[in-house]
């Protein structure tokens, strides 16, 4: 879009981990111009912060057309109300949050989250270092371990990570503990390296890490 800047952030990281994050969408206010039919053959999507009339739009239209997909709201949490945020979970396959969100998620609906997953098939809480939760719509809870990291580098891009391996898992049909299991691997991978994606591990070696934490193949 020539008359707007991209969308930039800039992530202030102190030696615990907090981040405080500036961000200008530029851009990405325009989301919802791109169409969810404009991308036929679609089996698998994930909605995550974007410019809020593209992210209802997109939820909508990927609940109709049937795509499986993630609500993952991050930092766009903010925009959205109670009643909106319940009917984008309730399209989705899979809620996914970090701990803080969730909390802001059960205020800003008012339901538990235990609750919220009986609307989906499953919630998964991303918990740090305490690896992470899910919690299944029909009621049963599963906690997977983190994955010790080589080095604790940069937490920066860790989530997207962790639904990078989540969606893979979920593409080749694979149940919530096992999918997580890979999203934790990758979540560890991603800490040890500066910058948000500025990591290239190969297959063979996210099998080994895999294998080895786990004893599950890739």
Not at 15 to 38: E, K, V, W, Y
Request: net charge negative; glycine share 12%; aromatic share 6%.
């Amino acid at each position: 879009m020539p008359d707007q800047f991209t969308a930039q952030a800039f992530i202030t990281t102190d030696i615990d981990d907090n981040q405080i994050t500036a961000f200008h969408p530029g851009a990405m206010s325009f989301a919802h111009l791109n169409r969810i039919a404009d991308a036929p053959g679609t089996t698998l999507a994930i909605v995550s912060p974007d410019g809020r009339e593209g992210m209802l739009e997109h939820s909508r239209d990927l609940g109709a057309a049937g795509i499986r997909h993630v609500f993952d709201p991050g930092q766009g949490l903010p925009m959205f109300s109670g009643p909106e945020l319940l009917e984008m979970v309730g399209r989705a396959d899979a809620l996914t949050v970090n701990d803080y969100e969730a909390r802001v998620v059960e205020q800003k609906t008012g339901k538990r989250l235990d609750g919220i997953a009986r609307l989906t098939k499953a919630v998964v809480v991303t918990k740090g270092a305490e690896g992470c939760t899910i919690l299944t719509a029909g009621g049963g809870e599963t906690h997977v371990p983190a994955v010790a990291p080589e080095g604790l580098v940069d937490p920066t891009g860790c989530g997207d990570a962790f639904r990078a391996g989540l969606l893979y898992g979920m593409a080749r049909d694979w149940d919530w503990q096992r999918s997580a299991r890979l999203a934790t691997v990758m979540g560890s991978i991603k800490i040890a390296h500066r910058g948000g994606q500025n990591h290239k591990p190969g297959r063979e070696a996210i099998a080994q890490r895999l294998a080895h934490a786990f004893a599950e193949k890739l």
